[in-house]
Structure formats: structure tokens, C-alpha cells
């Protein structure tokens, strides 16, 4: 039997009938991580044994009549979320032999819920980067170009699911790091609204806009990933109380009576034709399945989106990053007796140039004298950019945008220009800004760029809801899934 890219939902029937194992299902995964690695690289630990543990265990559990829609199923874990005797890397040299002793909360929802584990997938270190890039270790490659990359910070995550190595991932998202890759890789990736998904565990960047989310085939797995993972939870004090709906209930095809605006802030100026024109074309789907459209919609301050994340999101990430000091875990300087220099030259030798450039950044920002120039200023147009989405949901149930102005660039194309890289992000990064849920689906190819191989580079589309508003942005995801039919194209390794 083929296996290859399978949908959670598709695994489960399988499962459910008896048509295959889970060892078998997790061999077949592994065989296929085996074959495809060597192009793609998405992968920083593969846990195979642990995999074939967990499935021998699920099996059991499934003779027993004992069987959910992830029991048995592979998937594939972000390298910043901690796992119990499995290195977590950070795709940092900080980190690359720290052993957490505990698993983050997603990850225990998850193996509750009968998760088999494939592995932990690589990042941009310490999930800052646009194109996984900034790993320390490797850079991933996109299944659908393996010139090109594959988005970031989850770029391992997205990869591999659209290279059919596991069935879904995990992926976290601060200012655009699940759906951007979604978008380059032509899947499905949420980032819930703040709150949402308990983040114990997950290895801080910028703690007020952290979000850890699916990246899954289609809208169903999707739910069923957000199913496993939401809710309260009372080791994260910014973890919501709210009541957790079953994210399935409201996936139909139709959008009769669903408001949709489209602000037209988020067409922005360098945006590709071909990833308008998808949009466009998008948003008349969307009507045809009975939504009202308004273009009258406007997010003026929009535009300070990204000069805010670039000082709220560094300014974070300065104190979060300061406890990698070399004393208590991770990598340590030894050769030297001071602890002043073994302090200086482990934070010298164990961040990369981009963690390093964020740290001056927060650190700067937060400095006696220009604390309130920046820092105080950014928080103050944080809150008008908060407000003006409230207001857009008075009028409309959700907004469409488009997830990156671009199709997913050549490997190196930006890495010498951190400007141009911060830019892939400007239609997301106002989302987390605000603290709302958005979700990326698959939108079309841009066929028109000459290098790219067959079926042309993937676009994706953003849509964004209010908060908790989840379920919305989920039914206007699948019905226009279930129409547009882009995401049964298989990215051909
Ligand atoms: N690309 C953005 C950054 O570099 C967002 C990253 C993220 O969401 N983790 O900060």
C-alpha cells in the first residue's frame, strides 16, 4: 500500500480499519524520511526507535478499540519545543546537546492523544529568520524547488510535510513562522490567537507574540491538530481559560451569511503580480460560496507593523535570551578561569549573527535614554494597531490578505540583506501584533517564473479572524479549500 502524503484523517481510516498497523505506517514514514533527507534536510533528529516504540504501543491501544483521530499517526515536532530524553536544538550551537528533562505541554497533548513521533525538524535559530537560513546547522530545502527555501522559521516543519515525510508537524509562530512556510510549501498552517495553545515548554523569543500552531495537508487535519493541542493550561500563566470548541464541528462548504473584508493595506508595493492575481481570484471563490466581499476596509497603521515587531519582538528576545550564559545548561566556554570571559565567549561562540543582531537590537530599545523613543512608542502603536483590527470585526467576520508578497526565493537570495528578509513577513506580522488567529492555505502556483520546476512555486493565502475566532477562519478555509482544489498538488521530490 502507499502511504505517501497522507492526510491525519486518511492514517486514521486506515488505522480504524485495520487496512495497516502503526509500525507499519511509522516504518513506511521512516523509510520515505531515509529517501527524501538527503534532498531536503529537514530533519534535525529523526527518532526512529522512539517512533517504532510508540507506534508498537498505539497498536495496542487500537486492538483494544482504543482509537482517536492521532492515535497512531506520525508527526513531526519544531526543534524549540522541548521534549523529554530528546535533544531540542533550537538549531542553535547553544543549545545543539541540551537533553530537556521534561516535554512541553503540546507535546504531552500530543502523545496523549497517540502522536508517534518522528523527530524534531530544523528552524532559523532560535526561530528568528524568514528562510530557515539561520540555522546553525543546515538549511532546508522547499520539496517543490529544492533551489529555493522553504520559508522559516518552521521551515522543517512545513517541508516535511509537504515532502510527505510525516503526516503533519508542529510549528510556533511570533511573527509569521508557521503561516509563511505554509504559504512556500502549499500547506495549511494556524497560528491560534495568543492564548490559545498553552506555550510551556516552548523555548522563548518574544513571549507577548509566541504562538505554536499545526502545519498539516488540508483544513480537517488542521482542526483535528487544534483539537489535540488548545486549551487552558496552568503551568502558562498567558494561557486562556476560554472553553475549547471541537474545531471539526464547522468545517462546511458553504459561506452564506459569512462577512469577508479585504484591506487593502496588505497589497503591498514589490508584491508579486502573480500572488495578487491569486488573491483576486481567491477572494471570488470565496463569494461564489455565498461570502459578502468589501474592499472598503482600511488598517492604516498597518504599515508601522513591521517597524514595531522590530523593536517589540528583539526587545523580548534580549531578556529571554539572557540565560544562555554557559552556567546553567546548554553550551558552555571552558577555557578560561574568569567567568566574566567565559560568559562573554560562550554568548560570542553559541549564537549565530542574526541572534546576535537581535539582542543589540532589544537590548538598545530598552536602554536608559531610548526606552521611551522605541520601546515605550512601539507598545503605544501596538495598541492603535490592536484597535483598528477590533474595529474591522465589528464589520466583518474575517479578513483575506495575501500569507507573503513573493513565492518563495532562491536559497541565499536574501541572507546578505536582513531588510529584504524582514520583508517576507509584513502580512503577518501585524496578526501577532494584535494577538489574533490567522490561518495560511494553499492559493495556487505562480507559473510564470521560468526557473521553477513543473507545476510552478506555491502561493498561499492569509485568512484572519477575531480573537478566538478560530472556527470562522476554519470554515472559510475549508470551504474554499473544498472548492479550489490547490491542495491535492503534491510537491514531487
Ligand atoms: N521572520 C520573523 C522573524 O524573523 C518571524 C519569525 C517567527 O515567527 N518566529 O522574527
Request: glycine letters at 8%.
Amino acid at each position: 500500500m502507499n502511504v505517501d502524503y497522507l492526510t491525519i484523517h486518511e492514517a486514521h481510516e486506515l488505522l480504524r480499519t485495520k487496512q495497516i498497523s502503526s509500525v507499519e505506517l511509522t516504518r513506511s514514514y521512516l523509510e520515505r524520511i531515509q529517501q527524501i533527507e538527503p534532498k531536503v534536510h529537514a530533519f534535525v533528529t529523526i527518532t526512529g526507535d522512539l517512533a517504532l516504540e510508540q507506534a508498537k504501543e498505539s497498536d495496542e491501544r487500537i486492538a483494544k478499540g482504543d482509537i482517536g483521530p492521532l492515535t497512531g499517526v506520525p508527526g513531526l515536532i519544531k526543534d524549540n519545543m522541548c521534549t523529554r530524553g530528546v535533544r531540542t536544538t533550537c538549531s542553535s550551537k547553544m543549545l545543539q546537546n541540551f537533553v530537556p528533562p521534561y516535554d512541553a505541554t503540546v507535546v504531552e497533548r500530543l502523545r496523549a492523544s497517540g502522536m508517534i513521533m518522528l523527530g524534531k525538524s530544523n528552524m532559523d535559530e532560535f526561530a528568528m529568520g524568514s528562510s530557515t537560513e539561520n540555522s546553525a546547522l543546515f538549511v532546508t530545502h522547499n520539496p517543490w524547488d529544492l533551489s529555493r527555501v522553504p520559508g522559516g522559521s518552521s521551515g522543517g516543519s512545513a517541508a516535511a510535510v509537504a515532502a510527505g515525510e510525516t503526516v503533519y508537524a508542529l510549528g510556533s509562530d511570533t511573527g509569521g513562522s508557521i503561516r509563511q512556510p505554509a504559504s512556500f510549501c502549499s500547506i495549511v498552517g494556524l497560528k491560534p490567537t495568543y492564548g490559545r495553545v498553552s506555550r510551556y515548554g516552548l523555548v522563548a523569543f518574544a513571549s507577548s507574540l509566541d504562538q505554536i500552531g499545526p502545519l498539516t495537508r488540508d483544513v480537517t487535519d488542521c482542526a483535528l491538530v487544534m483539537n489535540a493541542i488548545s486549551g487552558y493550561d496552568p503551568r502558562d500563566s498567558t494561557s486562556s481559560p476560554n472553553p475549547v470548541p471541537d474545531f471539526t464541528k464547522c468545517l462546511k462548504p458553504n459561506l452564506e451569511g459569512v462577512r469577508l473584508g479585504v484591506p487593502q493595506e496588505y497589497f503591498v508595493q514589490g508584491m508579486q503580480p502573480e500572488v495578487d492575481n491569486a488573491i483576486r481570484a481567491g477572494v471570488k471563490i470565496l463569494e461564489e460560496l455565498g461570502a459578502t466581499v468589501s474592499w472598503e476596509v482600511s488598517l492604516p497603521h498597518t504599515r508601522y507593523a513591521l517597524a514595531v515587531y522590530y523593536i517589540i519582538a528583539p526587545s523580548e528576545a534580549s531578556a529571554n535570551l539572557a540565560r544562555y550564559d554557559g552556567v546553567k545548561y546548554g553550551y558552555s566556554y571552558a577555557e578560561t578561569d574568569s567567568m566574566w570571559e567565559a560568559m562573554e565567549k560562550t554568548r560570542q561562540h553559541g549564537f549565530g549573527p542574526e541572534v546576535k543582531r537581535r539582542i543589540m537590537l532589544g537590548t538598545y530599545a530598552l536602554s536608559a535614554g531610548y526606552y521611551d523613543a522605541y520601546y515605550l512608542k512601539a507598545q503605544k502603536v501596538r495598541t492603535i494597531i490592536r484597535q483598528e483590527f477590533d474595529n474591522a470585526f465589528k464589520q466583518f467576520d474575517a479578513l483575506i490578505t495575501p500569507t507573503s508578497p513573493t513565492v518563495p526565493f532562491r536559497i541565499g537570495e536574501k541572507t546578505a540583506a536582513p531588510l529584504q528578509m524582514y520583508l517576507s513577513d509584513v502580512c503577518t506580522l501585524p496578526i501577532n501584533i494584535a494577538g489574533v488567529p490567522a490561518i495560511s492555505i494553499p492559493a495556487g502556483f505562480a507559473s510564470s517564473r521560468a526557473e521553477s520546476r513543473g507545476d510552478g512555486l506555491p502561493i498561499g493565502m492569509q485568512i484572519i479572524g477575531k480573537p478566538f475566532g478560530e472556527e470562522t477562519i476554519l470554515q472559510v478555509a475549508y470551504a474554499y479549500e473544498q472548492a479550489a482544489g490547490w491542495w491535492k498538488r503534491r510537491a514531487v521530490v
